[in-house]
């Protein structure tokens, strides 16, 4: 797996390739991260596009020390200023939790992971599908699309629904753990 350093240093020397790197390295792990402010996938996936835009815009990298906490952080204060725009009189204090290796030991990251598969397991059928072409296989929309000759937004609202499914079956740190590890 490619490291931090690298991206960062493919972002200053080969920009385009270095983007590739951070979007199919962080993509996913930020939109799950950011489902656990603002409840939906749909919102989850604009706030990190425009984080992943403001990081094209950027002229410079290398002020940037950790890449996996800066992006994390970008993507919680996106969050919390979409909620206090949405929901102005909303008040809550977010918790720092960023990686659950720091928090959890490996067995209880492996429960977790245990109870994750099996709720996956009963999503419903077509909806576990979805779920798992986009977040396992990583298709497109798109591509699901048209493997399971629907619509695109048919694919999203399946995706959405098992997002729903699993949060609420589980509990954050389980869903995010889905960005850590490939089942």
Known sequence: ???????????ETKKKRGFDKLFKKYYKPLCIFSIKYVDTLFVAEDIVQDIFIKIWNRKEYVSIKNLSTYLFVCTKNTCIDYIRKKKPLYVDE?????????????????????????????????TKEVFKAIVFNNM?????????????NTV????????????????FMTIYLLSFFSF
């Not at 490619?2 to 960062?8: G, L, R, S, V």
């Not at 990686?99 to 709720?119: A, G, M, R, T």
């Open 140 to 152: 497109k929309y798109k591509e699901v699309a048209k493997k399971f000759d629907v619509s695109i």
């Open 1 to 11: 797996m490619i490291t931090d350093a690298e991206i960062i240093k493919e972002l």
């Open 94 to 126: 977010f918790d720092e939790t960023i990686h659950p290796f720091e928090y959890y030991s490996q067995k209880e990251i492996d429960e977790k992971v245990q109870l994750l598969k099996k709720k996956i397991e009963e999503l419903p059928p077509k």
């Open 156 to 171: 999203k609202s399946n995706l959405s629904r098992a997002y729903k499914i699993l949060r609420r079956s589980t509990d």
